[in-house]
């Protein structure tokens, strides 16, 4: 069965940095796009980015561009969110998701938490 | 890159229909048919209920439907039962490739 497991969240300060990363399993992880899905506390989903099935297109929200990296490494069927200058607005729950133009998978999600 | 618009709320009472709208634009709901709605539990991940407009994937009760007319996609639940109380989301394919999501709606079952 698709299994996504995230890992990586935490405390971290304003400014600092946090990668994120998503171990995917029960499906063959070449063969399709991946996003990162947020939702802060209390609040709705909110898109963050995909990645398509060899890297080679991404696409990122504008709350979050050219501060959030994504990235992806088939041969470890892993998806990573390097997050930097991290500010409060960024505290959420953040899901590793199967993106085929809906989210079919989503994982547990992990928690990021923005704080001095 | 704004959310889609849906109504904060809506109820209804066991074994009534409710009908749960996303209103967006030309340039997501309105342009293409990847319109999909979550159903989300408290201190749950969201679940797929209908993709691509009106599609159920394997697995959902076909009490749960969808239906688009110009930038409007809706999400009809009939015969409502209390399982059903949840924080529904839809989401939809964007022209700039992006994916757009709506502010949630958070159905009681009375």
């Known amino acids: 069965q698709v299994q996504l497991v995230e890992s990586g969240g935490g405390l971290v300060k304003p400014g600092g940095s946090l990668r994120l990363s998503c171990a995917a399993s029960g499906f063959t992880f070449s063969d399709y796009y991946m996003s990162w899905i947020r939702q802060a506390p209390g609040k709705g989903l909110e898109w963050v980015s995909y990645i398509s099935n060899t890297g080679s297109t991404i696409y990122y929200a504008d709350s979050v561009k050219g501060r959030f990296t994504i990235s992806r490494d088939n041969a470890k069927n892993s998806l990573y969110l390097q997050m930097n200058s991290l500010r409060a607005e960024d505290t959420a729950v953040y899901y590793c998701?199967?993106?085929?133009?809906?989210?079919?998978?989503w994982g547990q999600g992990t928690l990021v938490t923005v704080s001095s | 890159q704004s959310a889609l618009t849906q109504p904060a709320s809506v109820s209804g009472s066991p074994g009534q229909s409710i009908t749960i709208s996303c209103t967006g634009t030309s340039s997501d709901v309105g342009g293409y048919n990847y319109v999909s709605w979550y159903q989300q539990h408290p201190g749950k991940a969201p679940k797929l209920m209908i993709y691509?407009?009106?599609k159920r994937p394997s697995g959902v009760s076909n009490r749960f439907s969808g239906s688009k007319s110009g930038n409007t996609a809706s999400l009809t639940i009939s015969g409502l039962q209390a399982e059903d109380e949840a924080d529904y989301y839809c989401s939809s394919y964007t022209s700039s490739s992006t994916r757009v999501f709506g502010g949630g709606t958070k159905l009681t079952v009375l």
């Open positions: 998701a199967r993106d085929d133009y809906r989210i079919d998978y």
């Open positions: 691509d407009v009106t």
